[in-house]
């Protein structure tokens, strides 16, 4: 059974920069993983993803300030955000797909102090 375990939130000032981790066990990282978030009355929307082929897209708003990326000797995949702003407070959840099966994590709550 896969399980996804995001890690990393917590409270930050604006302009710093965060690295949110999702600890993947169960598979390998042989699959198509993405970062979404769910920001207090709005909908969850997909802000990273990072196909199997390592292929990257990012949401056109946050793109300059993210990096996703797969760290196979921890078999996790990594979202670095940069300056960080007080809207970028959300709940931001992991999501993997192998081969159509999708599972999801717990989330990670992160805020941005202003």
């Known amino acids: 059974q896969v399980q996804l375990v995001e890690s990393g939130g917590g409270v930050v000032e604006t302009g710093t920069s965060l690295i949110l981790s999702c600890a993947v066990s169960?598979?390998?990282?042989?699959?198509?993983f993405g970062w979404y978030r769910q920001a207090p009355g709005k909908e969850r929307e997909l802000v990273a993803r990072?196909?199997?082929?390592?292929?990257?897209t990012y949401l056109a708003s946050l793109r300059d300030r993210l990096a996703i990326s797969k760290d196979n000797a921890k078999n996790t995949v990594d979202l670095q955000i940069t300056s960080l702003k007080p809207e970028d407070t959300a709940v931001y959840y992991c999501?993997?797909?192998?081969?159509?099966?999708?599972?999801w994590g717990q989330g990670t709550q992160v805020t941005v102090s202003s």
């Open positions: 169960g598979n390998t990282l042989d699959g198509n």
């Open positions: 990072i196909v199997e082929a390592g292929v990257e």
């Open positions: 999501y993997a797909d192998y081969g159509g099966v999708a599972y």
